[in-house]
């Protein structure tokens, strides 16, 4: 494991071979899995679950609520939400959150986020899907799907290997594959 000496990392939940890099913020709840790559300036709250080999580039926040599993990519300066009616809090009381508007975020195994692109609260992204560069998602991602824009839409399909198919799931040069129980093969 190795941690910048500049980093605040207050958990002590991280997994093997993980790299933490400069002015990164991680705490005391968070788990962190082996051989993650954690970036320059990002934000990790206390309930957060970061799988194994997942890379988060800098500039990306990760707030109480989201669950990501094994083999993600999260681009620089993706955006996540976890409460779905934010309004400023009354300190007048002192601190009172309020977890009923939190949403759990889930980002499946091997999906990729593009930069600046925004999840919001309780979105669900499938297994490989793919969010194109500054897209909003605002709902659920089936698996092998591709997303892009604002709000993003539907616009193909990817396969594990990363292969772009558009609808009607065939590559750019012309191969055809088949949507099988919700993975991609070659027809």
């Known amino acids: 494991m190795v941690i910048h000496t500049t980093a605040d ?14 002015y990164c913020v991680i705490l005391e709840g968070a788990t962190i899995g082996d051989n993650c790559n954690i ?7 206390n309930d957060v679950k970061i799988g194994n080999n ?8 990760l707030w109480d609520g989201i669950i990501i599993e094994d ?8 955006t996540f939400t976890n409460d779905i009616v934010p309004r ?17 975020t889930i980002i499946k195994h091997g ?18 899907a793919l969010i194109g560069a500054g897209s909003v998602v605002t709902k659920d991602i089936p698996p092998y799907s591709l997303w892009y824009g604002n709000p993003a839409v539907h616009c193909g399909y990817v396969t594990k290997d990363g292969v772009i198919l558009d609808k009607s799931l065939r590559s750019k040069d012309g191969r055809e594959y088949i949507l099988d ?5 070659i027809k």
Do not use: C, H
Not at 39 to 45: D, L
Not at 71 to 78: D, K, L, R, S, W
């Open 9 to 22: 990392v207050q958990t002590k939940n991280i997994g093997k071979n993980t790299s933490i890099w400069q």
């Open 71 to 78: 083999n993600v990519f999260i681009g620089p300066n993706a």
């Open 181 to 185: 129980n919700s993975e991609i093969k």
């Open 54 to 61: 997942v890379t988060i580039k800098p500039g990306s926040q």
């Open 88 to 104: 400023p809090r009354d300190f007048s009381e002192g601190w009172k959150s309020n977890p009923d508007r939190w949403r759990n």
């Open 111 to 128: 999906a990729s986020i593009g930069a600046n692109a925004t999840v919001l609260a309780g979105v669900t992204i499938g297994d490989f």
């Open 39 to 45: 970036n320059y300036n990002v934000f990790i709250e």
